[in-house]
């Protein structure tokens, strides 16, 4: 958030508590707003004004006044576990997002907050659960199975990381993303010709960017397969004649490669 976004929400929270006030005329019909009430939310707004302002200590001690008597009130446990983040109170910060969850279980930005603080902990596998459920919840969302499959990754389980980013391609279709993705899955299982055949899926479906043909290629001549890389380029060259990265790999390291 910028200075400019910062000062527009201080401004909102400085006038709350003034309009809470003043919607006892609102409409020509008196409403009573109770004094519990208006106070409740200025010692909230008190909180969060200072998380804005990067005064964690402080918002800290607020937000835990605030609580003492608001227990339920998750967006003040959310507020919490972000200034106990910042002053790098991880356990404590996990604690409160998980309260947080426990009275509103629906939002998924809690979630996605949970498996972020997670990962940061080094409890990976933690945050895959996380994400697991977001997908079941969310399955129309395509950063979630995005997510998934990068912690899956990290987490030592590449097969079911394979298995997210093949649900996100039913999705979203084939994409530079998810290609590549599965691409360097593939080759850290040391499954060259899968590796390749992600590579060779991409490029068939986008045939008018010739840099994935040019990447498919690239990757042959690194893995030693020669023959291959020359289709590939010849094909290149068939459907771009002028192609200059092309025309110079076919006279010069595929030509080398193929004399030794």
Known sequence: MNKHHICVVLIALACTPALLTAQNTIGGKAVQVPEAEVAKQSAFLDAERERLLGQYDKAIGLYKKFLYD?????????????????????????ESVQKAMTIDPANQWYAIYLG???????????????????????????????????????????????????????????????????????????????????????????????QYRHRLAQFYETTGEVAAARRTYEDILRRYPEDPAARLALAGNIAQKETR
Request: proline content about 4%; aromatic content about 10%.
């Open 70 to 94: 608001n227990e339920r009130i998750d967006a003040a446990w959310y507020g919490l576990a972000r200034c106990q983040e910042a002053k790098e109170d991880m356990a404590a910060a996990l």
């Open 116 to 210: 972020d603080l997670y990962e940061k902990s080094g409890r990976t596998k933690d945050a895959v659960r996380v994400y697991e459920g977001l997908v079941k919840r969310f399955p129309e969302t395509p950063e979630f199975y995005q997510q998934l499959a990068y912690l899956c990754v990290r987490s030592g389980d590449p097969q079911n990381g394979l298995k997210a980013l093949e649900k996100l391609e039913k999705l979203a279709g084939i994409t530079e993303q998810t290609a590549q993705s599965r691409h360097l899955i593939y080759v850290g299982l040391r499954d060259y010709k899968k590796a390749a055949a992600e590579l060779q899926k991409l490029a068939d479906a986008y045939p008018t960017e010739p």
